[in-house]
């Protein structure tokens, strides 16, 4: 097959395709929004899985470079009450399926293995236009145009190549994490190093808790969760730092210090990320020339499974194109046969497990999940 594949968006899931298909000899250019690769930091740790996103990596021939990025002793586990009690520790003991790495050095690995010129920086796509016979023209902020025969929408909750398929729009699950960072944490911040361990922490509470990981360089990378109307975050000003901080603060009033000083002494200012989701059995018919991945084609609630599936996604998509070399349809239709049960499960887990966080049994209704 010679027939180029056009991928919007370098995340992990984009990448993956587009490595997978150098793998295979397929050529693949992958347009993306942001100016380069070093433009803004990449979010936290994640922990990846056996059964899916090692699986892609492996498709990807870059289990060795995955290896070597992997942050030892990430996978402990604690849980605490509001006051500071641990509940549950579980320390990591080498021998799991699920080792973290931070998203930023993935991302890295996968970029790196592609040849120079696959990903071209700074291409905000600002609309797609059907040509007919499964061609599709895409055009970029800067005025230029592509024209392509096979397009991925690998772009995200609020993808541009979505509406060629499927009218869902993301909509808010009445839940909000707000991003903080502690940096120098065991010199610093001792007693917050110390109650969230070597790995990740979650302290729960029914309708609001506080969740940190242990990243790389002695960082504590912190999501509060609040469930709260969409109208009460947009209410506050998270341009103001201080008082942002403070309003976010006052919802854990009485809660162990080591634990509200994961937000109230952060270095950098609270950022929101209200949680949005696409509907569970989101499906689309089959149209010729275009499909989707990742959070573009089943935007789920954060469950450890985002980046796994993308990069699964990716690898599946990759190797699909690959057996179907002289039938693209054949190669889009054996991906998403797949894609949609998957994605339709694990979507549902995604929600049960964000209402065991922050249902009127927590922390207790994690606790009992993760010790089955």
Request: contains cysteine; proline residues 5%.
């Amino acid at each position: 097959m010679t027939t180029p594949v056009t991928i919007i968006g370098a995340g992990l899931g984009g990448l993956t395709l587009a490595r997978v298909l150098h793998v295979h000899g397929i050529p693949a250019t992958v347009y993306e929004a942001e100016p380069s690769a070093e433009a803004r930091t990449q979010g936290g740790r994640l922990d990846i899985h056996a059964h899916n996103g090692q699986l892609a990596l492996e498709a990807a021939g870059l289990t060795t470079e995955f290896r070597a990025i992997i942050h030892e002793g990430g996978e402990a586990t604690r849980a605490l009450d509001q006051h500071g009690k641990v509940l549950l520790d579980e320390p990591d003991n080498g021998n799991g399926a699920r080792p973290e790495v931070l998203r930023g050095d993935l991302r890295r690995i996968l970029v790196d293995s592609l040849p120079t010129g696959t990903v071209r920086w700074g291409k905000k796509l600002t609309g797609v236009a059907a040509l007919g016979d499964g061609r599709h023209e895409l055009t970029f902020t800067d005025g230029s145009t592509v024209s392509t025969e096979l397009l991925v929408g690998a772009d995200g909750a609020w993808s541009k190549v979505r509406p060629l398929l499927s009218d869902a729009m993301p909509e808010y699950v009445g839940t909000t994490f707000i991003e903080t960072y502690l940096h120098d944490a065991d010199e610093r911040h001792s007693a917050a190093a110390e109650a969230v361990g070597d790995g990740a922490m979650f302290a729960l509470a029914p309708g609001k808790g506080i969740a940190a990981h242990r990243e790389a360089g002695n960082i504590l990378h912190t999501y509060v969760q609040l469930k709260c109307p969409a109208e009460w975050i947009a209410g506050i000003d998270f341009t103001d730092a201080a008082a942002a901080t403070a309003r976010v603060a006052a919802e854990f009033d009485g809660w162990a210090p080591e634990l509200t000083a994961l937000i109230t002494d952060g270095e950098t200012a609270p950022v929101p990320r209200t949680i949005h989701t696409l509907p569970n059995r989101h499906r689309w018919d089959r149209v010729p020339g275009v499909t989707l991945l990742g959070d573009a084609a089943h935007l789920m609630p954060p469950s450890g499974e985002g980046a796994n599936l993308a990069m699964l996604d990716g690898a599946e998509l990759g190797q699909a194109i690959a057996a179907h070399a002289d039938d693209l349809e054949a190669a889009l239709t054996a991906y998403e046969e797949a894609m949609f049960p998957r994605s339709e499960s694990e979507a549902a887990d995604a929600h049960e497990l964000l209402a065991l966080c922050l249902d009127d049994r927590a922390p207790h209704s994690l606790i009992d999940f993760l010790t089955g």
